[in-house]
Nanobody, 123 residues
Framework: VQLQASGGGSVQAGGSLRLSCAAS????????MGWFRQAPGKEREFVAAISWSGVRTSYQDSVKDRFTTSRDDAKNTVYLQMNSLKPEDTAVYYC?????????????????WGQGTQVTVSS
């Protein structure tokens, strides 16, 4: 499984960005997907996850009601819509997946990572 995140950039607080993650795998529709981020000097943290069916989603408390993850299986792509961005959202954002599925992703037990994309939010 190869993953490539894109869509990062620099925005002012209150702005929006949409991240995309393209997957190179034939059976993308069977994979649950997750988003993680890592800020300088901090540990990687879970941001959001979406199940293979798209029915289940989970979010870190600090991004609930601001971030939304979705997927388009026809395009082998998962998205992270980020609204009302805050300076504390500044980080490198990664998409990832796990062979053991949705719960493993939420637990951070990941098998495949994509290259990250930088998100910088200025105050």
């Amino acid at each position: 499984v190869q993953l490539q995140a894109s869509g990062g950039g620099s925005v002012q607080a209150g702005g929006s960005l949409r991240l995309s993650c393209a997957a190179s795998v034939r059976t993308f529709s069977s994979y649950s997907m997750g988003w993680f981020r890592q800020a300088p000097g901090k540990e990687r943290e879970f941001v959001a996850a979406i199940s293979w069916s798209g029915v289940r989603t989970s979010y870190q408390d600090s991004v609930k009601d601001r971030f939304t993850t979705s997927r388009d299986d026809a395009k082998n792509t998962v998205y992270l819509q980020m609204n009302s961005l805050k300076p504390e959202d500044t980080a490198v954002y990664y998409c990832a997946t796990a062979a053991n599925g949705y719960r493993a992703i939420v637990a951070g037990q990941l098998d495949y990572w994509g290259q990250g994309t930088q998100v910088t939010v200025s105050s």
